[in-house]
C-alpha cells in the first residue's frame, strides 16, 4: 500500500465518518480489503490529527466543543490559572501533574520552589520539567500509551501510582458537571481516580466555560475534589452549587488571548 494510497483511505474514512456519524473497524476493513490492524493505525493517526475521536470497535466525529486545532502549549487564560494554582505549592512537596494543556502552565512555574518530587504521566510535561534551571525530582509512571490524551495509561501505571503517596494532585477536565463532577471525552479514566486516592489534596484546573458541558464518562466526583482553580466567567449559580459539594473555588480574572 503506497503513501497516497494511505493518504486516500484515510481522507475516505473522515467523509464516510462526518456522512455517517460512526464508522467500524470490522466494516472499514471489509470496505478497503486490508487488515483490521491497518485501519487501528489510520485512526490512531487520524485521531492524534483532531479528526475523530475513536471509541471501542471504530470512531465517532470529534465533538465540537473539542474540535479545535492543538496548540504548543496554554492560552493566556490557561496560563493564569496555572499561575494560581502554583501558589498552592509548597517547597519540597510530592505533587502529582496530570497531562494538560492548563497542566502544562504550572511547568514554570515549578523553578521558583525547592526540593519537589512531581509525578507525571505525559511526556510532554517530562519534557519541560527537564529544562528547568532548578529541575525537580522527576517520576514518570510508565504504562500504555494514549494517543488520544498523549499520556500514559493503564493497569501499569496505576500500580506505580499506589507505589507512592502525594502531597497535590493538579489535574485538568473535559468539563464539570454541577451535580456529579468532573467529566472528559477520554473513556480512560482509571488513572485519575487512583491520581486522586493518593494525594490528601485534589486541585482541578480548567477554564469557566467548561461548565456543563455535556460529556458522559466521569472522571472525579466532588468527593474526590478539593479545590477548583477556574476564571472570573464562572456563573454566580454555577460557583454556588460548586460551593455547595464542600470545594473550595479560586477565581482568576478572564483574560483574553
Known amino acids: 500500500m503506497t503513501k497516497r494510497n494511505t493518504q486516500q483511505r484515510r481522507r475516505t474514512i473522515v467523509e464516510r465518518l462526518n456522512h455517517t456519524g460512526e464508522v467500524s473497524v470490522e466494516q472499514l476493513s471489509a470496505e478497503f480489503s486490508t487488515s483490521e490492524v491497518t485501519i487501528r493505525k489510520d485512526l490512531a493517526a487520524l485521531e492524534k490529527d483532531g479528526l475523530l475521536l475513536r471509541r471501542y470497535g471504530g470512531a465517532i466525529p470529534l465533538p465540537q466543543e473539542i474540535a479545535v486545532a492543538p496548540t504548543s502549549g496554554p492560552s493566556a487564560n490557561q496560563q493564569a490559572i496555572a499561575n494560581k494554582a502554583a501558589e498552592l505549592i509548597r517547597d519540597h512537596n510530592r505533587i502529582i501533574i496530570d497531562c494538560g494543556s ?44 494514549d494517543p488520544h490524551s498523549e499520556s500514559f495509561q493503564g493497569q501499569m501505571a496505576e500500580q506505580v501510582l499506589r507505589s507512592y503517596n502525594f502531597d497535590q494532585l493538579f489535574i485538568g477536565a473535559d468539563g464539570i458537571d454541577l451535580d456529579r463532577g468532573t467529566t472528559t471525552f477520554n473513556e480512560l479514566t482509571g488513572l485519575s481516580k487512583v491520581m486522586a486516592e493518593v494525594s490528601q489534596q485534589v486541585i482541578v484546573m480548567l477554564e469557566a466555560d467548561k461548565i456543563q458541558r455535556r460529556i458522559p464518562n466521569l472522571e472525579l466526583s466532588w468527593e474526590s475534589i478539593d479545590i477548583l482553580v477556574t476564571d472570573s466567567r464562572l456563573p454566580a449559580t454555577a460557583a454556588a452549587a460548586i460551593a455547595a459539594q464542600g470545594v473550595q473555588l479560586l477565581l482568576v480574572d478572564s483574560v483574553s488571548n
Open 102 to 145: 492548563t497542566t502544562l502552565g504550572l511547568i514554570p512555574e515549578l523553578n521558583h520552589k525547592r526540593g519537589l518530587v512531581v509525578m507525571t504521566n505525559s511526556l510532554q510535561l517530562a519534557n519541560a520539567i527537564h529544562e528547568l534551571e532548578h529541575e525537580p525530582t522527576l517520576l514518570m509512571t510508565g504504562g500504555t500509551w
